[in-house]
């Protein structure tokens, strides 16, 4: 219920107000005394045992990475059941479904993706224990998906009439591999400089994420033309480059804020202990959560492995001989909205992550700031210091406290966390 509650208030929010205004926290009270809108949040409360059985019976249809095509075909009749417009599949395997405005705009679209990370041949049945449902998927995705289609119920019933269009996407190729090819084709194509406004419903969880963290996937291979580690001796060697490579990968330096990262996950080749191998090959994972820190990284790791080559070829005076191909297997743009975007007024709390290993006093100033900002939304703020060593985060989380008053602050909860109502 409350994830319907965050999905729908999104659509009110950004539909219905006419003004820029009127889309801040203090509109949320307003929209909820109006009576369509408490008529549909009714409508969902009655509605539960409907969506929760729309949620088992999506989930029993198997829709592995780039096979949801079973799955998206049940979306797509149930689409037109509920009397959305312009029902159809795009070339990706999106479905959408129209339902118009009184404007035609803001367009707002609302999104749910259909696979799950699970293989093919897992078993899809789902089983209740007791108030508890358990099945591959049942939470990630099929409970998005639930909630998508619930809220356009409710909204029929209740006769909710939003300021704009509003077009329900049931997505593919969000998980895995997936890259996400079916919102790539949705901004790039079907719906290409058509959409104004977006929220993606995914899992049971009750939170607005203003935060996207980017992603960049390498498959990264050294060759060469191998040979007996005996006979061949002197010639240069894929795998030292490989070595070589991953030696700068983990000396490079990131920020904290922006959080980047990286990683060498997976490394591999060779045919024997006694052979040059032919290839040598790793997978890097790069992100960041700003999309200029990760490029700038991005440009490092390409330096990184440019060199490696070099230095394994001039190491055994062969030049030309190791090459390295960079195949980007995976790419997910960083972004994020402003903390004062109308979505967030929606949300009943907010969590906050802190990353950094210290915070002056102007920052944990500015931190408190924006919080007392989401005060006529949010009912409770949770905020996690992640570093624990030395007591830091505990002291971290006392001093934000502090800039709050003893009459405002409920209690710590732990060495790293700090909440109040």
């Known amino acids: 219920m409350r994830t319907f509650r965050f999905a729908f208030g999104a659509i009110v929010l950004v539909t219905s107000v006419a003004t820029l205004a009127a889309q801040q926290p203090s509109a949320i009270p307003a929209l909820t005394r109006e009576a369509t809108v408490r008529s549909a949040l009714e409508i969902a409360r009655n509605i539960e045992s409907q969506t929760i059985e729309d949620q088992i019976r999506f989930c029993e249809v198997a829709a592995p990475p780039f096979k949801e095509s079973a799955r998206a075909e049940l979306l797509r009749r149930q689409f037109i059941q509920l009397g959305l417009q312009n029902v159809r599949v795009d070339r990706a395997g999106n479905v959408l479904g129209d339902r118009p405005g009184e404007s035609t705009h803001p367009h707002l679209v ?179 959560s700003d999309p200029a820190a990760l490029a700038a990284l991005d440009i490092r790791l390409r330096q990184a492995l440019d060199r490696a080559v070099v230095e394994e070829n001039t190491r055994w005076g062969r030049p030309g001989v190791i090459t390295v191909t960079k195949d980007l297997d995976g790419d997910r743009p960083a972004g994020s909205i402003a903390e004062d975007a109308p979505i967030v007024a929606t949300a009943d709390f907010g969590y906050l992550r802190l990353r950094r290993p210290g915070y002056s006093d102007a920052e944990l100033d500015a931190w408190a700031g924006r919080i007392r900002a989401q005060a006529p939304g949010w009912r409770d703020v949770y905020v996690f210091f992640k570093h624990e060593e030395a007591g830091a985060a505990a002291l971290m989380a006392q001093r934000l406290a502090a800039r709050f008053s003893a009459a405002s602050l409920a209690h710590p909860t732990t060495e790293a966390t700090t909440r109040w109502p």
């Open 110 to 288: 609302l999104a749910a993706h259909l696979d799950t990370v699970f293989p093919e041949d897992t078993d899809v049945k789902v089983t209740r224990r007791g108030q508890r449902l358990e099945g591959p998927g049942i939470g990630d995705n099929c409970r998005g998906l639930a909630v998508l289609v619930a809220v356009v119920r409710a909204m029929n019933q209740a006769g909710v009439r939003t300021g704009g269009p509003v077009t329900f996407v049931a997505n593919v190729g969000e998980e895995g591999l997936g890259d996400l090819r079916g919102m790539k084709a949705l901004f790039g194509e079907t719906l290409k400089d058509q959409i104004e406004r977006f929220v993606s419903i995914d899992n049971a969880d009750p939170h607005v994420t203003i935060v996207g963290v980017g992603s960049h996937r390498y498959r990264i291979t050294f060759k060469g033309p191998g040979g007996h580690s005996f006979a061949e001796f002197g010639l240069p060697n894929p795998a030292n480059a490989l070595g070589r490579a991953i030696a700068k990968i983990a000396e490079f330096q990131v920020t904290g804020e922006p959080h980047t990262t990286f990683n060498v996950g997976r490394i591999g080749g060779g045919t024997s202990v006694n052979a040059i191998p032919a290839e040598a090959w790793m997978e890097v994972d790069l992100r960041s």
